[in-house]
Nanobody, 116 residues
Framework: QVKLVESGGGLVQPGGSLRLSCADS????????ASWFRQPPGKQHEFVAR???????NYEDSVKGRFTISRDNAKSTIFLQMNDLKPEDTAVYYC??????????WGQGTQVTVSS
């Protein structure tokens, strides 16, 4: 059974950095497409970044140049390096994994709070 687990969230000051990780705690799920989404307080889910198995990467405009998505295929883990964090980046961050057969799985989320 696939269970994606995010880690690395926390409280950081504006301008700081965090690195989020997402991995399958069970059967070494292989990400065909891996994405990060976030849900700011009182708002809907929004797309942050995506990486496909072929290496194609997409970012939401507000995070371009500050966030970097990457993957470690050997460890079936994806990462989101977040630099120059802003208060508006405050949200619960979720990873989503899509398998080769199109099944989608979500993690439980990790809180990121950017505040002085």
């Amino acid at each position: 059974q696939v269970k994606l687990v995010e880690s690395g969230g926390g409280l950081v000051q504006p301008g700081g950095s965090l690195r989020l990780s997402c991995a399958d705690s069970g059967s070494r799920f292989t990400f065909t497409i891996a994405s990060w989404f976030r849900q700011p307080p009182g708002k809907q889910h929004e797309f942050v970044a995506r990486i496909a198995s072929g290496g194609r990467i997409n970012y939401e405009d507000s995070v371009k140049g500050r966030f970097t998505i990457s993957r470690d295929n050997a460890k079936s883990t994806i990462f989101l390096q977040m630099n120059d964090l802003k208060p508006e980046d405050t949200a619960v961050y979720y990873c989503q994994g899509i398998s080769a057969n199109g099944s989608a799985y979500w993690g439980q989320g990790t809180q990121v709070t950017v505040s002085s």
